[in-house]
């Protein structure tokens, strides 16, 4: 398993959750990795970047309440989630490299099994 997201679970419109992405693949000298989401009958959709450098990419739909960040020493990537949404309901993933080609951020790295997030009143 090169990476592997946990964190997610069942919260109420407004609540916030914390996202891990932890696994082999998750290095420091990887120049970006990134978040997506994949919703009920949709395709899988990015939510956010975070480069080698520090510099970040959100969603629009995200921008303000989520925040990617990472952990080198721990090999970890995280997505905290507030104000969340009932339009936030998807299965998480984490990419464990992601960079800008043809005009949008595209993901040439392992994926994990993806955690779920719902939420609901």
């Known amino acids: 398993v090169q990476v592997m997201e946990s964190g997610g679970g069942l919260v109420q419109p407004g609540g916030s959750l914390r996202l891990s992405c932890a696994g082999p693949a998750i290095r420091f000298n990887i120049p970006a990795m990134g978040w997506y989401r994949q919703a009920p009958g949709q395709e899988r959709e990015l939510v956010a970047v975070h480069t080698r450098e520090g510099s970040t990419v959100y969603a629009e739909p995200v921008k303000g309440r989520f925040t990617i960040s990472r952990d080198n020493e721990k090999n970890t990537l995280y997505l905290q989630m507030n104000s969340l949404k009932p339009e936030d309901t998807a299965v998480y993933y984490c990419?464990?490299?992601?960079?800008?080609?043809?005009?949008?951020?595209?993901?040439?790295?392992?994926w994990g099994q993806g955690t779920q997030v719902t939420v609901s009143s």
């Open positions: 990419n464990s490299y992601v960079r800008w080609y043809e005009s949008s951020w595209r993901a040439f790295g392992s």
